[in-house]
C-alpha cells in the first residue's frame, strides 16, 4: 500500500509498537494482580476455616472438596501429614503434592502446628481462562493500534502528499503553487507558504538564467560569425605568404572551437530533454570528424591515430556534446603523447581512446575530473575534462580513467551502465 520508508508506515508502525507494548505491560500487570489477589483470598479463607476450627475443644479440620486441614502438636510424630507439609515453617505456600497444586497455610497457635491446604486446581483453571482473555485483549490492541495508527497516518500526511504532488507537478517556470487549501496556520500550511516563497526565488533566477543565455547566444555568436567569415575570406586570398595561412588556420580552428563549445555550453544550461526527444547521432560520423579535426596537432611527431569499429551504435545525444566529449579526449592524448599511438576503439557499449603518452601520476589521476584542477603536466585551464564528466553525467554514462605514470592512459565511456 505504501513504502516501509514513508512517513505513513513510520507512524502505523509506531502506533501498533505502541499499542503491543501497553497493551502487554497491562495484561502481565492484571493477571499477576489477579493472581496475587486470588491467593490472597486463598489466604484468607484458610485463615478464617482455621480460626473457625481451632477454637474447638478438638480441631476437627475441614474435608471440602477444595480444603483440608491438619494438626501437628508439638513434639507429636505420629499424625497422619503429607511428607510435604511437615518440613514447613509458618508461613504461605505453593506446594506440589501428589500431583496435585495446593496454596498452603502454615500457623503456630496453642502449641499446635496448622496445615491449611486449598485445592487451586479451579483456580488455575480460572487464571488459565483469565490468560486467553488477556492474550486476546493484547492482540486486540496491537491490530487496533496499528489499524488507528494507519488511520491516523493517511489523516495527518495526506495534507504532505497533496503538497508533494503539487510542487511535483509544477512547472519550472510557475511562480505559485498555487495551494489555498494547505495554507492554513499548521506546520504543513508554513510549509507550503515555503515553498511559494522559494518558487517565487526560482522563477526570477530562470528569468535572469534565461537572460543571460539568450544575451549570450547573441553577444558571442554575432561576432564569432563575424570572424569566421572574415577567416574565410582571408583563406581565399592566395597572395598571402604560407606562415600567415598557417596562423589564420590556428584562428579558424580556435573560432570554431569556441562556436561549438558556446553551443555545448548554451546546450548544457537547457533543461535536460528526455532521451526519446533527441535526434540519434551516429557515433561513427563524430570519431571521424574529430580525428580529422585535430590532425593538426600530431605535426611531426611520430603518432599514429587509429579508430578500430566493433560496432557502429547511434545515441540520442545533441552531436556538439559529443563532438566536446571526443574532441576534449582526443585532445588531452595527443598533447601528452610524444611517440606511440592513440586509438579510438568504439563498441555497442563503450567508447575507449588509449594512448602511450607520459600518463598522470596517482593524486593527478584521483582528481583529474574535478573542475579547474591543473595536474603537473597540464597547460589547459582545467575545465575539459569536467565538462567531458559533466555531459556524461547529463546522459547517464559512466567514465573511468586508467593511467600509469610513463606507459599512457585510457579512457573509456560506458554508454549504458543499467
Known amino acids: 500500500m505504501f513504502q516501509t520508508n514513508s512517513l505513513r508506515f513510520r507512524v502505523a508502525i509506531f502506533y501498533a509498537l505502541f499499542g503491543a507494548v501497553v497493551s502487554i505491560t497491562l495484561s502481565i500487570s492484571a493477571y499477576f494482580t489477579v493472581q496475587a489477589i486470588g491467593h490472597r483470598l486463598m489466604d484468607d479463607t484458610l485463615r478464617e476455616e482455621l480460626r473457625e476450627h481451632s477454637d474447638e475443644p478438638k480441631f476437627d479440620p475441614p474435608k471440602t472438596v477444595s480444603i483440608k486441614g491438619y494438626a501437628l502438636s508439638m513434639g507429636e510424630s505420629g499424625a497422619i501429614i503429607p511428607s510435604e507439609l511437615k518440613q514447613l515453617s509458618p508461613g504461605s505456600y505453593n506446594l506440589n503434592i501428589a500431583n496435585n497444586d495446593y496454596r498452603v497455610l502454615v500457623l503456630d497457635k496453642n502449641g499446635t502446628r496448622y496445615f491449611m491446604t486449598f485445592d487451586t486446581k479451579q483456580q488455575h483453571i480460572r487464571e488459565a481462562m483469565f490468560l486467553r482473555y488477556v492474550v486476546i485483549f493484547a492482540i486486540f490492541m496491537t491490530l487496533g493500534s496499528a489499524a488507528g495508527g494507519l488511520w491516523l497516518a493517511v489523516r495527518i500526511t495526506a495534507p504532505i502528499s497533496r503538497l508533494a504532488k503539487q510542487v511535483a507537478q509544477a512547472k519550472p517556470g510557475a511562480a505559485d503553487l498555487s495551494l489555498p487549501n494547505l495554507k492554513g496556520n499548521d506546520e504543513v500550511g ?33 561576432p564569432l560569425a563575424i570572424i569566421l567569415g572574415s577567416i574565410e575570406v582571408l583563406e581565399l586570398d592566395n597572395t598571402l605568404p604560407q606562415k600567415q595561412k598557417e596562423r589564420i588556420a590556428r584562428i579558424h580552428r580556435a573560432a570554431q572551437d569556441m562556436n561549438k563549445l558556446t553551443g555545448a555550453l548554451l546546450l ?61 579526449l582526443i585532445r588531452n592524448a595527443l598533447y601528452h603523447t610524444k611517440s606511440g599511438f592513440v586509438l579510438l576503439r568504439l563498441e ?3 567508447l575507449t581512446i588509449q594512448d602511450t603518452g607520459v600518463g598522470m601520476r596517482p593524486e593527478d589521476l584521483a582528481r583529474a575530473m574535478d573542475r579547474y584542477y591543473k595536474g603537473a603536466m597540464s597547460a589547459g585551464s582545467g575545465v575539459g575534462l569536467s565538462l567531458v564528466k559533466r555531459i556524461c553525467d547529463r546522459y547517464s554514462w559512466r567514465i573511468t580513467l586508467n593511467s600509469q605514470e610513463g606507459l599512457g592512459t585510457t579512457a573509456v565511456i560506458a554508454f549504458f551502465t543499467g
Not at 526565488?201 to 558571442?220: A, G, K, Q, Y
Not at 578500430?308 to 551504435?313: K, N, R, S
Request: net charge negative.
Open 348 to 350: 555497442a557499449e563503450r
Open 268 to 328: 548544457m544550461a537547457r533543461e535536460q530533454q528526455q532521451a526519446a526527444d533527441e535526434l540519434p547521432c551516429r557515433v561513427t560520423d563524430v570519431l571521424h570528424s574529430c580525428v580529422e579535426n585535430h590532425q593538426y596537432l600530431i605535426a611531426e611527431r611520430p603518432i599514429r591515430m587509429e579508430v578500430e569499429l566493433i560496432a557502429e551504435p547511434d545515441l540520442h545525444i545533441e552531436r556538439p556534446l559529443l563532438e566536446i566529449v571526443v574532441g576534449n
Open 190 to 222: 508554513e510549509l507550503a507558504r515555503a515553498f511559494d516563497r522559494y518558487l517565487r526565488r526560482l522563477h526570477e533566477f530562470i528569468d535572469r538564467e534565461n537572460c543571460f543565455t539568450s544575451d549570450v547566444s547573441h553577444e558571442l555568436r554575432t
